[in-house]
């Protein structure tokens, strides 16, 4: 559900940044307030409910790295649709932090694979 949730919430918000002469990468939030409103009207209920359902599966498996992929990209969808530069800044941290998580967690599944590889008898 979270990844449904980011796909459908994503080309809006960039076609949003487009038409605001947004680059991609230029720090947000969105930078007109009826543009904003009216993309947060659309999309926050479904990155939200995005959000909440990775957080499920985040609890049924704490290493679901996709899992926390996806929250990534879902909290800076949310990040885009925040009234202040400091709702913004904290959506960015949100998402940078599930970022850290993923390639922390691909990080000791490498180091469990090369040891349990190195441990093989065969």
């Known amino acids: 559900m979270g990844v449904i949730a980011w796909t459908k ?11 605001l002469g947004m680059k991609p990468d230029d720090q947000g939030p969105l930078n007109d307030d009826n ?4 993309l947060a009207a659309a999309n926050r209920a479904l990155v939200e409910e995005g959000i909440k359902n990775l957080d499920t599966a985040i609890k049924l498996d704490p290493e679901y790295d996709d899992a926390m992929a996806y929250e990534n990209l879902l909290y800076r969808e949310k990040a885009d649709l925040e009234d202040s530069p400091e709702a913004y800044r904290a959506d960015i941290e949100a998402a940078d932090t599930f970022f850290a998580k993923v390639v922390e967690i691909r990080k000791l ?11 093989d008898p065969n």
């Open 109 to 119: 599944r490498a180091e469990r694979n090369a040891r349990s590889t190195t441990q």
């Open 9 to 19: 919430a994503f080309q809006p918000r960039m076609d949003a940044r487009a038409r």
């Open 35 to 38: 543009v904003r409103a009216e």
